[in-house]
């Protein structure tokens, strides 16, 4: 039986954003920019989407006077994260 896809992480760019945080404990804004080679203004409304479903938390500060934004994995988009790859598990290996 196939389980449902998360239609939240179901987008290419934000399924890697979450799976770039998985892996650091936070990332600045153009970090994950460069990684994922996406435009600022894509990845921005993306990033929105992403802390709006609770998946991760956003903070802006400033350092040596430039914005910096930083994202941060919260334990909902963990779980979703791992839920998400064992629905996909489903389809891989269908019973």
């Known amino acids: 039986m196939f389980e449902p896809l998360d239609p939240i992480l179901h987008s290419q760019l934000r399924l890697a954003v979450v799976s ?22 894509n990845l ?4 929105n989407k992403l802390k709006d479903a609770g998946y991760i938390t956003v903070e802006k500060s400033f350092k040596d006077n430039y914005p910096l934004t930083t994202c941060k994995i919260t334990q909902a988009g ?17 019973e």
């Open 20 to 41: 770039l945080l998985m892996s650091v404990e936070e990332a600045e804004f153009t970090y994950i920019k460069e990684k994922t080679k996406a435009t600022a203004g």
């Open 44 to 47: 921005s409304v993306q990033v």
């Open 78 to 94: 963990v779980e979703a994260f791992e839920k998400y790859l064992n629905a996909l598990r489903s389809y891989i290996k269908p």
